[in-house]
């Protein structure tokens, strides 16, 4: 859950409440009231299939709930058109990142179509993101010459020129080489020190994880949330633990 | 071949070469009428069948089967139906549009929305999820978001105009029926084909074939050139 002062002091917030997910008439999961204010930085962890995409996609606002509401908070209200009011304001990053058909240039400024910002402003964003993702000697080559790294570095890239008050990584550093890793995590670390609210799911603990300071667990179709995030060993004995005897209900 | 190919072949060319006005005025009729029915078409029968492809409504599979069915009826049939709604009886007749450039263009418009829905509809389909998502997640509108995905998908929605394009161009059935084949006012190439052959000027018939097979190829090589621009993606 959020922190009191955090709500305080940075508003944009989503919230879900009561939210339950059914794939195939199977329950995925559930929780009573989870919480993504701009400034945390949760961990959520999960085993395969146990929903992780699915949670972020459903706060990003790409996916509806079976039952429950989601509900924002403290953003700049949008046109009555825009029927998804979480569109565009919680950026959702996939484990494989897409980009679209074109060069690097073209997906890095996608998002930049939406906001009005003065050519100044535009320039000045787009050189910062090319600087933070280390791109620029890749900028005029076609999206789809980009290594795993180099696309995920480009994805995050192009999620924060979109100025995102909260973002969704999901897996992202998996299949990463050390130099990438350290990369990607140097730009995560630079989204937590702008006051980004980040949610970032992981199947290992690492680097990542020690940015956080909330951990969310998906656990026999329950999301427990808790403000201790497990460390490395504590993540390794428990997991010891449930291949010896099994989870229990 | 024969001489007789030859003189033909060469009359046929002549015709074209030396902007014949009779032969030139049912280019112009052909390719105004088919371009003004494609124009009108393209946007709506993309957006139906990205709609078609991406949502889950009630009815969704039947809506589905009927557009297939359609593409498939004879174009004499469309050419009857449009006829009957024309015919100064019939629902529309007050438009008077029966044997008008407009009704013909109506009757194409028939012929070819099925095949632009169920080919986008095909298109959109097969593209991977993500791009739209990415797209909306980065706070592009629906019509953007739409847009987006046509640009990833440009080689297969050309392919799917160029296919009603040409159905379209080179039917007969409708043209013939709605139109009525009037000389400089509805004579199309492929009604005008039809009917030189049947008096046995083939000069003329031969010369609008030309074109017609010109146009097949221009319209590949440009398909063939950005098919071979596209890169096999890898995610």
């Not at chain 1, 945390?40 to 999960?46: A, F, M, N, P, T």
């Not at chain 1, 980040?198 to 179709?221: E, P, V």
Request: aromatic fraction near 8%; charged fraction near 15%.
């Amino acid at each position: 859950m959020s922190l009191a002062n955090n709500t305080v002091k940075y508003p944009v917030s989503i919230e879900a409440k009561d939210v339950m997910i059914k794939f195939n008439q199977k329950m995925l999961f559930c929780a009573d009231r989870l919480s993504f204010s701009q400034g945390d930085v949760i961990y959520l962890q999960g085993d395969n299939g146990s929903g992780k995409s699915t949670l972020m996609k459903l706060l990003a606002g790409l996916q509806s709930p079976t039952k429950g509401q989601i509900e924002s908070h403290g953003f700049v209200s949008t046109p009555w058109w825009r029927t998804q009011s979480l569109l565009g304001k919680a950026v959702y990053l996939h484990q494989h990142p897409y980009l679209f058909e074109g060069s690097v240039k073209y997906n890095l400024t996608y998002a930049l179509a939406q906001r009005s910002l003065s050519s100044e402003q535009r320039k000045k964003r787009i050189s910062q993101a090319i600087h933070m993702s280390q791109l620029t000697d890749l900028l005029n080559h076609h999206a789809s010459d980009l290594s795993g790294g180099e696309r995920q570095r480009l994805a995050i890239a192009r999620a924060w020129i979109a100025q995102p008050k909260l973002l969704m990584l999901d897996e992202p550093i998996s299949n990463m080489d050390k130099h990438s890793q350290s990369l990607v995590l140097a730009m995560i670390n630079q989204l937590k020190q702008d006051g980004t609210g980040l949610l970032i799911s992981s199947h290992q603990t690492c680097g990542l994880t020690a940015l956080c300071h909330q951990y969310w667990h998906i656990k026999q179709h329950t999301i427990h949330t808790s403000m201790h995030v497990p460390t490395v060993e504590e993540v390794h004995q428990a997991n010891t633990t449930e291949l010896h005897y099994g989870t229990t209900n | 071949m024969s001489d007789g190919w030859l003189v033909l072949l060469q009359q046929a060319f002549s015709l074209l070469l030396s902007f014949d006005p009779h032969v030139w005025a049912i280019i112009n009729i052909s390719f105004s009428v088919s371009f003004a029915a494609l124009l009108i078409t393209i946007i709506p029968s993309i957006i139906l069948g990205f709609i078609l492809a991406f949502s889950h409504f009630r009815g969704r599979w039947i809506v589905t089967n009927l557009v297939q069915t359609l593409q498939s009826i004879p174009t004499v049939v469309i050419g009857l139906l449009v006829y009957l709604l024309l015919t100064r009886n019939g629902a529309l007749g007050d438009l008077k549009w029966l044997f008008t450039q407009k009704g013909m263009i109506l009757g194409q418009m028939l012929i070819c929305a099925p095949v632009l829905i169920a080919l986008s509809q095909a298109a959109f389909s097969s593209v991977d999820r993500r791009a739209w998502e990415t797209s909306r997640t980065l706070g592009a509108s629906w019509l953007r978001a739409v847009w987006t995905l046509c640009r990833e998908l440009r080689v297969p929605l050309l392919l799917a105009i160029i296919a009603g394009f040409s159905r379209i161009l080179t039917e007969v059935g409708c043209s013939m029926m709605v139109g009525g084949n009037i000389m400089n006012v509805t004579r199309n190439i492929p009604t005008a084909i039809a009917l030189e052959t049947s008096k046995g000027d083939f000069a003329q018939a031969i010369a609008l074939g030309l074109v017609l097979l010109i146009l097949a190829l221009v319209l590949n090589f440009i398909l063939g050139s950005l098919r071979g621009k596209a890169v096999p993606r890898s995610h």
